[in-house]
């Protein structure tokens, strides 16, 4: 990769991008050589259509999720964290980039017959960390391409273990994969036992890197369809088999936490579980629930992009917070770096924003986010601004109902239920402005903006 603007290779810039960083403690700004504490690891645990309202801490009635509960009192509890996307693979890609999906070639979900991925020329958290000297391992479903060269492991991580695309898309001469490194080694892959054998792999990859700093990120494969689990999980939950399937990943997680106490890495570490968009509506008694949220995965409504996040670091995150202000899974990225002692790129636009006065719980710390463009596919269908959201005209997902231009006050109205338009023209008009820029910088499928910012994808070699 070649940096335009300073002429520099991808490599020469994660060097530069070390040597000359600053890291972000307790609200205080300290060099690399100066910071007594040594890095910290991260462990990023992504749930697959997981709901806002799928675990106990966040009001499920029927799924019990004890392990996530608990980290919720020992950490903090984000009650307006958004995806990038409603779908898995765009929202991926943010994850990764720091940046809105389209800006990055990635709005749209792959599959086996995809022939593009994550470009070679984007640098991934992974290899930001890695220029760190973190140790780096993806284990789960990565969905940023399948084919070799968008696999994991050139994209800046050591090792990777688990499905290259989502669990239904099995393919008649092609059955789902389970990959090891760039080698399949089971396919089909036997999904009963899935979610167990990622958490043993997880939980060999910390030990056997506790003595350095790691990365671990766990994107886990379900709660998306088809569910399944191991014949020790099945009719433990009052929620059915969808409860069932969440309880095995609360029960997951709880081994991931009692490692690191076993092993003296608690303190030390950094601990995020959210999702990647909202619950799949459609499958019913085999999705999860938004509520109270509108609609869920697949839409712009609140309950396709927002979802639950938990954030655990002892001494570092105020145990028992909630944290009520926005947040965007763009912002790992860049927070992420600067707790690492590095910091994300300065060659290309980075979307995402540093969140840890946020996370340290900070006296008075707002969100970063002046404004937020929510986007189907290409399509931008919603612009957010602290606590007003303008729906843009559009089609309604599924059913193909007309969608008007309307106003709503999330912070009374967080179902989105009551256009308020008419009382507040002048936000409208602003919104609509904001609207106008995203459309210049990213583009809109709806009106036929192009966007003039936009990275392309990896295409096939």
């Known amino acids: 990769m070649t940096n335009r603007k300073q002429g520099i290779t991808r490599r ?6 070390v040597l000359g960083a600053t890291c972000l403690g307790l609200g205080t700004m300290c060099t690399p050589v100066e910071a007594q504490a040594p890095p910290p690891n ?24 004890p392990r996530l509960d608990n980290m919720a009192i020992e950490g903090m509890k984000f009650t307006d964290f958004h995806t990038s996307a409603p779908v898995c693979t765009p929202t991926r890609a943010s994850l990764m980039t720091g940046c809105y999906p389209l800006r990055v070639g990635l709005p749209a979900v792959l ?26 391992a993806c284990i789960g479903k990565w969905h940023l391409g399948w084919q070799k060269q968008f696999l994991p492991t050139r994209h800046g991580f050591d090792y990777y273990y688990g499905l290259p695309y989502s669990n239904d898309m099995n393919y008649e001469n092609f059955p789902v994969p389970l ?11 036997n999904q009963e036992t899935l979610t167990e054998r990622y958490t043993a792999e997880a939980i060999r990859f910390i030990t056997e890197n506790r003595h350095k700093p790691f990365l671990l990120y766990l994107p886990h494969t ?9 014949e020790r999980f099945k009719g433990r939950s009052k929620g059915g088999l969808y409860g069932d399937v969440v309880e095995t990943i609360d029960w997951s997680t709880g081994e991931i936490l009692d490692t690191l106490k076993k092993l003296g890495l608690d303190g030390n570490t950094l601990v995020v579980f959210t999702s990647d968009n909202g619950p799949w509506l459609q499958k019913k008694e085999q999705g999860g629930s938004a509520l109270p949220l509108r609609n869920g995965k697949g839409s712009t409504w609140e309950g396709g992009f927002r979802v639950p996040c938990i954030m655990r ?13 926005f947040a965007s899974v763009m912002d790992f990225l860049p927070t992420f770096a600067r707790l690492a002692g590095t910091s994300a790129p300065t060659d290309r636009i980075i979307d995402g924003k ?9 006296k008075g710390a707002v969100s970063p986010y002046e404004v937020f463009f929510m986007y189907r596919g290409e399509r931008l269908e919603a612009v957010r601004m602290g606590k007003w959201k303008l729906a843009l005209p559009r089609e309604e997902v599924g059913t193909r109902e007309p969608v008007p231009l309307s106003l709503y006050n999330l912070e009374e109205d967080i179902g989105e239920t009551t256009d308020v ?19 210049e910088d990213l583009g809109d499928a709806l009106t036929g903006a192009p966007g003039k910012n936009r990275r392309p994808p990896g295409t096939v070699v």
């Open 179 to 189: 990959f090891r490194n760039e080698r399949i080694i089971e396919q089909p892959v």
């Open 421 to 439: 338009s008419k009382h507040y023209p002048s936000i409208v008009k602003r919104l609509l402005a904001e609207a106008e820029k995203c459309r």
């Open 12 to 17: 020469e810039f994660l060097k530069t991008s």
């Open 222 to 230: 379900f709660p998306h369809v088809p569910l399944h689990v191991s």
């Open 111 to 136: 599959n086996y017959k995809s022939k593009i991925g994550i470009n070679s020329n984007e640098v991934t958290l992974a290899e930001l960390l890695k220029s760190r000297g973190y140790a780096t």
């Open 313 to 325: 670091w002892p001494g570092r995150i105020p145990a028992g917070a909630v944290c009520d202000q």
């Open 354 to 362: 540093n969140i840890w006065p946020l996370m340290s719980g900070q």
């Open 42 to 65: 991260f462990i990023i645990i992504l749930a697959d259509d997981l709901g806002y309202q799928d675990l106990s801490c966040y009001g499920a009635p029927l799924i019990n999720t």
